[in-house]
């Protein structure tokens, strides 16, 4: 057990007070549907009426508006230029290459951005998306088989795994039972098909649509579920609800470590939020995974905060009632007991980049995109960055599939050793195959934030670009130009690129304006600590270079930067998040 929490004297298991508003709408949703088939039909506004504006999450879908021109919009009295941006369903983050051609055309015809920005769950996003469009959106999707059911809102979202499933035969196992999890866990209401899809509204009593699972509030806050294949901890396995840790015999996957309770928001100011690692509950064998998961599932739902949204995730419930009253509740509701977690190793979190050769003697081509963000960029000092046109041009021809990884970078899955050639010519004659780029590069990664995010304090993926060139700059000098340091940049404290699992995080507080986290480690099995508040970029970048030099003069031999800063105690080590976080 990972933590001295563990037992609760007392526990409070339901949290009275009056409930969230967020609790009324999902009750008065109607399974989710509210007014929105009405409000899509009023044209006076592109947006859509405050309840419904929250409902269409559960349909994958955000409104936004382009904040880099909101302010110029009210100045001229015309309300923002709203729209939504979308979030598919891509369990385990595999896309076959039709699907990848429909929706590079749609991106192109339908968005205002013209991009396709993946995303550090896996998937894709489409931003810009006006409310004409939104139904066509849907019914292209549903078109070549994919949905945005349950991407957002108070769900089980896209359930991650471990990318390159056909790498070997625990790959494909552990895959399938990201889908198998995924399924079980969608809500079972048929809103979506009937508002996007048109599909008749079926006459059911009101039993037929109860959901079993989640309930008709359906969740007390976002929930988070990952398939991880140790030693590659890319999907974060913190960052997350519940965690089930491939454990293999013989090349054959016969069970699951289970993890539960990570999570990485915190608010500024407020000490009752704070970032915190999953609990390991023990090992499962592989029968029992649905029952477990549902069984964890249904326990948040009962006992998650449903007063206070800040404190209502799966990892406060752990801290308020206990991991052993929480894990004992699992055990008595899927009628499973756990036993001893299995040995494993979490050694790195990056993607493999370039070339790996699988079984079957197929290969798989890694490509690094920054930031996740596939669109075709002017010409930078002379290099060509064509990268939605080289994706949809080794599309048409590839016959294997693509795999979105939880660090927004891409594989070309399953290529035929006569076929490689033709796709290294097209990766890197549009710049998707790019030697020029750093370790340090390849380490980074930032959140969307400006122009579309509504709650971005500080830019993060606009920024991230120009403090790498630094930051190259930075180690090369101090002699470190092939090591890297794993550094997140997120532009407001609620972590979408989980600068709360880096060895450097950048948390945005301000235009401008940035808190500084240090220590995480390789494996991504430690929560950092804030080192400096509101560090200015100049600020920043003098602090790595401080900090790096150290790095390089005084380390232990192999010694990652995370581990060094804590053994040097620069920052002290996060062993519980309640309380060591905010702790000073
Ligand atoms: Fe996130 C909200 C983008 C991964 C924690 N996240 C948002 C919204 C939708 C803003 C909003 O609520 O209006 C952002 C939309 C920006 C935009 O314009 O696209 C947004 N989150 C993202 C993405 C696209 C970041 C990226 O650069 O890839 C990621 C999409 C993942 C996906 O495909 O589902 C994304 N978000 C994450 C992660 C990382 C992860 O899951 O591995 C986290 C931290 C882990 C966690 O949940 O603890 C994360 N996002 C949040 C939160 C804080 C939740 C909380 O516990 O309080 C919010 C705000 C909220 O829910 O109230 C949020
Ligand atoms: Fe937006 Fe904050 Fe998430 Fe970045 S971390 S995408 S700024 S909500």
């Not at 477990?292 to 449903?306: F, M, P, S």
């Not at 927004?408 to 899955?413: D, E, K, R, Y």
């Not at 097209?426 to 980074?444: E, F, P, Y």
């Not at 970048?541 to 380390?555: C, H, M, N, V």
Request: glycine content about 8%; charged content about 25%.
């Amino acid at each position: 057990m990972s933590n001295d929490f563990t037992k609760v004297e007392n526990p409070v298991l339901i949290v009275e007070g009056k409930q969230a508003d967020n609790e009324r709408l999902k009750a008065e949703s109607d399974y989710l549907r509210g007014t929105i088939k009405e409000d899509l039909q009023d044209r006076m506004t592109g947006g859509f009426t405050s309840d419904n504006f929250q409902l269409i999450r559960t349909h994958g879908m955000y409104q936004q508006d382009d904040r880099d021109i909101r302010a110029e919009r009210q100045k001229q009295k015309l309300e923002p230029l709203h729209n939504v941006m979308l979030r598919a369903r891509l369990p385990g983050g595999i896309i076959s290459t039709k699907q990848w051609l429909a929706i590079d055309k749609f991106a192109d015809d339908y968005t205002s951005y013209g991009s396709i920005r993946l995303t550090t769950r896996q998937t894709f996003q489409f931003h810009g998306v006006l409310k004409p469009n939104i139904k066509l959106m849907h019914q292209t999707l549903n078109s070549i088989g994919i949905d945005a059911i349950a991407t957002a809102g108070d769900v089980n979202r896209n359930v991650l795994c471990t990318p390159n499933p056909i790498e070997s035969i625990v790959h494909q196992q552990a895959y399938e039972w990201a889908k198998k999890i995924s399924e079980h866990l969608l809500p079972k209401t048929r809103a979506y098909a009937e508002i996007w899809l048109d599909e008749e509204k079926v006459e059911t009593t009101e039993t037929d649509e109860i959901e079993p699972i989640l309930g008709s509030n359906y969740l007390p806050r976002k929930f988070k579920t990952t398939v991880v294949i140790p030693p590659n901890n890319d999907i974060d396995i913190h960052a997350n609800d519940l965690n089930f840790v491939a454990i293999s015999e013989k090349g054959q996957l016969v069970g699951f470590n289970v993890l539960v309770g990570g999570g990485l928001a915190m608010t500024h100011g407020d000490k009752s939020t704070y970032p915190r690692k999953a609990d390991d509950f023990g090992f499962i064998s592989i029968e029992h995974t649905l029952a477990v998961a549902e069984a964890v599932v249904t326990t948040q739902r009962d006992w998650g905060n449903r007063v206070n949204r800040k404190n209502a995730k799966t990892k406060y419930t752990l801290d308020r009632v206990g991991v052993d009253t929480f894990k004992a509740e699992v055990e008595k509701r899927s009628g499973v007991s756990f036993s001893e977690s299995r040995p494993y190793e979490f050694t790195d979190r990056g993607d493999r980049i370039g070339w790996v050769e699988g079984i079957d003697n197929k290969h798989h081509l890694t490509v690094f995109i920054e930031n996740g963000r596939i669109l075709d960029f002017p010409s930078d000092k002379g290099a060509s960055k064509a990268l939605k046109t080289g994706m949809r041009d080794i599309a048409a021809i590839h016959k294997g599939d693509f795999r979105l990884t939880a660090n927004q970078n891409l594989i070309i899955a399953g290529v035929a050793a006569e076929d490689k050639a033709q796709i290294e010519k097209i990766a890197r004659a549009s710049g998707l195959i790019d030697d020029s780029v750093s370790n340090q590069r390849k380490n980074s990664m930032a959140c969307v934030a400006f122009p579309t995010c509504p709650l971005a304090m500080a830019e993060a993926e606009r920024y991230l670009p120009k403090l790498i060139d630094d930051v190259d700059s930075i180690l090369a000098k101090n002699d470190l130009a092939d090591e890297s340091i794993i550094l997140r940049v997120t532009g407001c404290p609620n972590g979408c690129g989980r600068a709360m699992l880096a060895e450097i995080g950048l948390v945005g507080k301000g235009p401008g304006k940035y808190n500084m986290y240090l220590g995480s480690n390789l494996g991504g099995t430690r929560i950092p600590k804030l080192y400096k508040e509101n560090l200015g970029e100049q600020d920043i970048l003098a602090e790595i270079d401080g900090l790096s030099a150290r790095w390089a003069t005084e380390r232990n031999q192999n010694e990652a930067f995370g581990d060094f800063v804590i053994r040097m105690g620069i920052v002290a080590e996060v062993k519980i998040s309640m309380r060591d976080f905010h702790d000073d």
